[in-house]
Each structure stands twice: as structure tokens, then as C-alpha cells.
């Protein structure tokens, strides 16, 4: 038994159901520009990518992430100091590293024009002045 026959709809018309509203969501999301404007008055934003799973098979390469070990979504986020989310990137194929991808979406170019303050992981190392990253390599040792 599905669990759309418990409501006597069919699969179609959930799946219908389930598109429309992401396209009701995806119109009420704010853009990048959006976005930049309200991280202005915040003391600095916090961005990181993630990898959403999804469901494909061996063929479909581009989706497959090898750091994860799986097929799934690349998105980047930028939230605020407390981890409020602030935006949210369209998805792109989970093979694409986190530094392209926030290239691609024009995050690193909207930072610098919004001279914004950014904190983010390694996995951004030698994008630049607006994003500040951990330090890399070894600990002196003493």
C-alpha cells in the first residue's frame, strides 16, 4: 500500500503537488543582492557548502562526490553569526567543489562589492580578501 492511497490521490498528483510548492518557495527566496543588503548590518556572515544526497545511479557521474562518497546536490550557504540562514544557492552537480561553486554563483564578487566580512572552512582556501579561512598547514612544533 502507498501512502498516497491512505488519502486516495494518486502518486502523480503528489509529486505535482510537491513541484508547486517548491516553485511557491523558490519564488518567496530572497536573490544574492537580497541577501547582501541585510548581511550588511550584520558584524559578518558565515558561508559553507553542503552536499544534499539524492538518489541516482553509477552513470550519472557529475552528480557523484567522491569527498563524500555518494551522489548528491552542492549548495552554498551563507547564514549570519548565529547561523540564521541568510541565502541559499540554486544546486549544482555534487561533484563541484565548494570554492567553484561559490564562484559560480557569484558569492565570492558580491562579498568584495558588499565589503563583507566572511568566515568560511578550508574548502575555500585562495579565494581572497573577502573571505577569511583557517590557517593551513602544520602546527610549529616546539
Known amino acids: 500500500m502507498t501512502p498516497t492511497a491512505g488519502f486516495g490521490i494518486g502518486i502523480a498528483t503528489v509529486y505535482r503537488y510537491i513541484r508547486e510548492a517548491v516553485e511557491v518557495l523558490a519564488a518567496l527566496a530572497p536573490t544574492l543582492a537580497e541577501a547582501m543588503r541585510v548581511a550588511r548590518t550584520k558584524a559578518f556572515v558565515i558561508l559553507d557548502g553542503t552536499l544534499l544526497p539524492i538518489d541516482r545511479i553509477a552513470a550519472d557521474t557529475p552528480y557523484y562526490s567522491g569527498k563524500h562518497k555518494r551522489h548528491g546536490m552542492n549548495i552554498q550557504v551563507l547564514?549570519?553569526?548565529?547561523?540564521?540562514?541568510?541565502?541559499?544557492?540554486p544546486a549544482l552537480p555534487g561533484s563541484t567543489h565548494d570554492l567553484t561553486a561559490a564562484r559560480t554563483h557569484g558569492i565570492v564578487e558580491a562579498l568584495a562589492a558588499a565589503d563583507l566580512k566572511c568566515w568560511a572552512d578550508k574548502a575555500y582556501q585562495g579565494t581572497g580578501r573577502p573571505v577569511r579561512v583557517p590557517f593551513r598547514g602544520r602546527r610549529l612544533k616546539r
Open 79 to 89: 547564514t549570519d553569526p548565529f547561523g540564521r540562514l541568510l541565502w541559499a544557492s
